[in-house]
């Protein structure tokens, strides 16, 4: 048996292991007890893990023997659509399975939102399981159970909460990926630090490089304090209707800058969040809440890795008038008011309501750059 860590999320009325280390799929049988006991085992993923991660893929074969099944969907954003959840439905269907089936995703987070929303309606739900493939998804997205696709007005409108049964972080398969998708992973585990702990943001500043080049101790440790973070934030509020809100910090601003590009690959969904914050923080000082210090911070940080964070790092234009169309479009809007996730200090964030979208809109004039 592998070495490995394992957190829990506990939550009101479930709970669910976390397992995180190295070369963990070939351990499927032993970290979910019951494996043996699924009627059939179906394992989601997409063209590019298929790809770049076939022997993990093979594996999961191999320990599921003759209870095996897949569907291939595309890569990209794109892919969480009615469309492809849709298709994604009726390919399982068609296999006649009973509430007894097991999904596998096996991918990032596109793939475990499709995953996971796909298991709460097939048959008025059924198990499934988080492989995460990416740096991103083993941070965030797969921990927690928010699943959902989006749709032509905003980024994940259409979806539900759903638990899985557990997750396993493969620290292995991060080795693929391209440098572009690190940077998305890192945007999370920043993030982290700004809402939840100083010294976490210490820890990012002496060992940022180690992590963006994968060094394995520096990775599992950074992603073992970012699950525990997400972890403990879940448990208190599982379907965000108190704290849980603080985890969108930089994303109200980033999901705007991804749906004004039409979710493409001209910016991932990590790196709209590096900008969302950058925002975020700028508006922060701008309202006075934070001081300077606060946003020159985050920004040394940022020159030292090498990351851009700005719009014009990535050739994006908008009028500030274009930008607060996407914002309205954002889920967390309330009697159309907009709110924002801003920052007092390190681990101080703070809900703000708009009431004044004409200071909003001079902000956005002075900073959409």
């Known amino acids: 048996m592998k070495k490995f860590s394992k957190l829990n999320v506990k939550l009101k009325d479930y709970s669910y292991p976390i397992f995180i ?41 191999t320990l599921s023997k003759k209870k095996f ?14 469309k492809h959840l849709q298709f994604l439905c009726e390919s ?56 959902a696709i989006n749709s032509k007005y905003g980024k994940n409108l259409i979806g539900s909460f759903n638990q899985p049964k557990a997750v396993i972080i493969s620290t292995e398969t991060l080795k693929m990926l391209e440098k572009r998708q690190i940077i998305s992973g890192y945007a ?12 976490f943001f210490g820890f990012l500043q002496k060992n940022g490089k180690k992590i963006l080049s994968l060094d394995t101790a520096t990775t599992i440790k950074t992603i073992k304090v970012s699950c525990k973070i997400k972890s403990k934030i879940v448990g208190k509020d599982e379907k965000e209707r108190g704290i849980r809100e603080i985890l969108n910090f ?9 749906s004004f590009t ?37 920004c040394i940080h940022l020159n030292e890795l090498k990351i851009p964070y700005k719009l014009r790092d990535y ?6 008038l274009n930008f607060l169309k996407h914002i309205k479009f954002d889920k967390k809007i309330k009697n ?22 004409n200071m909003l809109n001079n902000f956005l004039k002075k900073n959409l750059v």
């Open 21 to 61: 280390g190295e070369n963990l799929i070939s351990e499927i049988k032993c970290l979910i007890p019951k494996f043996e006991n699924y009627s059939k085992i179906i394992v989601i993923t997409d063209e590019v893990v298929l790809k770049n991660l076939f022997q993990s893929y093979k594996k999961i074969e």
């Open 69 to 82: 099944f897949s569907v291939i969907l595309p890569s990209g954003e794109k892919t969480k659509s009615f």
């Open 92 to 147: 399982i269907l068609k296999e006649r399975i009973d509430r007894d089936v097991l999904l596998i995703c096996l991918g990032g987070g596109v793939v475990g939102d499709i995953t996971g929303l796909t298991a709460n309606l097939l048959l008025r739900g059924v198990d499934f399981i988080q492989i995460p493939t990416t740096l991103l998804a083993q941070v965030d997205s797969s921990v927690g159970g928010k699943t």
């Open 188 to 199: 999370e585990i920043l993030k982290y630090s700004l809402i939840s702990d100083k010294s």
């Open 250 to 258: 930089g994303h109200t601003f980033g999901h705007a800058i991804e």
């Open 262 to 298: 039409g979710f493409s690959k001209k910016i991932f969904h990590g790196e709209a969040v590096i900008l969302g914050m950058y925002l975020a923080l700028k508006f922060s000082n701008y309202l006075g809440l934070c001081d300077i210090n606060l946003v020159n911070k985050f």
């Open 315 to 320: 050739k994006i234009k908008i009028s500030s």
């Open 336 to 357: 159309n008011k907009i709110k924002f996730i801003l920052l007092r200090d390190f681990a101080k964030p703070v809900a703000y309501v708009v009431k004044d979208e």
